[in-house]
């Protein structure tokens, strides 16, 4: 079995790529840099799909990066890591000669309007009230390929927790040290999902035969997590203290009021249809997932 990942160099995507490996499956990066068993995008353009089974895409732009100024330029750089990288993958599907048998494109919860009472599933509307769920209605269009010859997979995503990298990589620190904290209200949902799970849930959806459409990668506990509960759990998990509240003011200065959002505010999704489709999660609930993380 052979797959081809973009962006698979990142944090998902070695937690994917490992899973895979260990599945017995053969593993070909699509990367901006040159290295062992990685292929450019402008190769893959070039010379089109060499055969394999399935491709995924992870390619994005690090949103949250605290050092970048979330300026035009930089919209422009997270929209086009995301959108080209997913429209590049999707002719070369569309063109090849022995098209593969399954696409997973893994985008965000983003798409669902942020709401303290609100729940969603994969039915729910969304993906055209703001910067992000634009973003993500963009994203996930240009993975459509016509025909139905390849299934398409989406794995809309929520906060990724997993050790050495994501949200939690900067938010370890703090806590340790006991200044952790909510961030603003703390009331807002807290979507999650366990790096194992989200790369199990991509696993599951290239093996499983009949898994089309969207699929939302949250922990089934998630629905029920604030960012308050968030940071009990995590406080408790590290045997710290964690009342030191981040204000929204803050938060609004470092980021921007537009990505500021992404903290502030948050949804609660169910993963209905990923639970339907069989997907059996490693960490359903926040105590186990930052028992791993913390360890
Ligand atoms: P990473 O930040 O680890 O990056 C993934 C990869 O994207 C990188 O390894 C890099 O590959 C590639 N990349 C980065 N910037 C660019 C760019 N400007 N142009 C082209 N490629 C780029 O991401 P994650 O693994 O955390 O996330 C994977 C996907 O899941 C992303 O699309 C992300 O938006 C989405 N997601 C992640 C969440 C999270 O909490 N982590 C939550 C919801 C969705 P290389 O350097 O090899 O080119």
Redesign the pocket.
Known sequence: YLSKSG?G?????GALTQLLRSRGHEVT?V???PGPDRISWDELSRSGLRPCDAVVN??????LNPLRRWDDAFRR?VI???VE?TKTLAKAIAEAERPPRAWVL????GYYRPSPTAEYTEESPGGDFDFFSRLVSAWEAAAKIPGDGTRQVVVR????LGKG???ISQMLWPFRLGLGGPVGSGLQPFPWIHVRDVAGIVCHALETEGVRGVLNGVSPASSGTSNADFTRELGSALGRPALLPLPGWAVRGVFGAERAVMLLEGQRVAPKRTLESGYCFVYPDLPSALQDIVS
Request: proline residues 0%; charged residues 10%.
């Open positions: 962006g160099t990142g944090f998902v995507g990066h990367s901006r840099r992870l390619a994005g732009e690090n949103v750089v086009a890591s995301r990288t893994v985008t965000g919860v995503s929520g906060v990724v990298g994501g949200a």
